[in-house]
T-cell receptor, first 111, second 114 residues
Framework: GDSVTQMEGPVTLSEEACLTI???????????LFWYVQYPGEGLQLLLK?????DKGSNKGFEATYRKETTSFHLEKGSVQVSDSAVYFC??????????FGTGTSLTVIP | EAEVAQSPRYKITEKSQAVAFWCDPI?????LYWYRQILGQGPELLVQ????????DSQLPKDRFSAERLKGVDSTLKIQPAELGDSAMYLC????????????FGQGTRLTVV
């Protein structure tokens, strides 16, 4: 079935360090891929998305490229800030109607 | 900015009691989801509505959980009786009918069963 596997955390980085959170997926066809962010006590917010192979989603300095050959959608940021501390979820939808989420990766950025 | 509204934000209930959560999706969004998120895990779908009809409730524990969306707008999720293992964040999300793949989430209801 369709599923998402993402890097386990927690991840702790110093401010201005580089971030990579790995995400791989299993799906039939051509799913759309997403990264959602969840701040403490809050719901999920869409961070970025990509709907076809080789698309790059980007937002707030975060980027992820839809790699069909490696079935991956790794999240990257060149310089993290304290305000980026949150839990990040990789997700996919094969149909545009059902969504599958990874288990989440907790990021803590220390000054 | 339009948003998905959920209430209450927090709920503490004793086991064996009944509890209900409410969700008002973004106006015009036909698809509504209820997810359960256990601490440290990703959201897991409980039930999906298309307008007032249930599309998928295969993961809903129907012996104690029920959900309705009578007029195809707002929705209620009920648990009766609540069990200790039901402690989790309950998230509502909605998706419009225009072919967008972006699901919008509410802030969730944090349930603690004691």
């Amino acid at each position: 079935g369709d599923s998402v596997t993402q890097m386990e955390g927690p991840v702790t980085l110093s401010e201005e360090a580089c971030l990579t959170i790995n995400c791989t997926y299993t799906a039939t066809g051509y799913p759309s891929l997403f990264w959602y962010v969840q701040y403490p006590g809050e719901g999920l917010q869409l961070l970025l998305k990509a709907t076809k192979a080789d698309d790059k989603g980007s937002n707030k300095g975060f980027e992820a490229t839809y790699r069909k050959e490696t079935t991956s959608f790794h999240l990257e940021k060149g310089s993290v800030q304290v305000s980026d501390s949150a839990v990040y979820f990789c997700a996919l939808t094969p149909t545009g109607n059902q969504f599958y989420f990874g288990t989440g990766t907790s990021l803590t950025v220390i000054p | 900015e339009a948003e998905v509204a959920q209430s209450p934000r927090y709920k503490i209930t004793e086991k064996s009691q009944a509890v209900a959560f409410w969700c008002d999706p973004i106006s015009g969004h036909a698809t509504l989801y209820w997810y359960r998120q256990i601490l440290g895990q990703g959201p897991e779908l409980l039930v999906q509505f298309q307008d007032e009809s249930v599309v998928d409730d295969s993961q809903l524990p129907k012996d104690r959980f029920s959900a309705e969306r009578l007029k195809g707008v707002d929705s209620t999720l009920k648990i009766q009786p609540a069990e200790l293992g039901d402690s989790a964040m309950y998230l509502c999300a909605s998706l419009d009918r225009g072919g967008s793949t972006e699901a919008f989430f509410g802030q969730g209801t944090r349930l603690t069963v004691v």
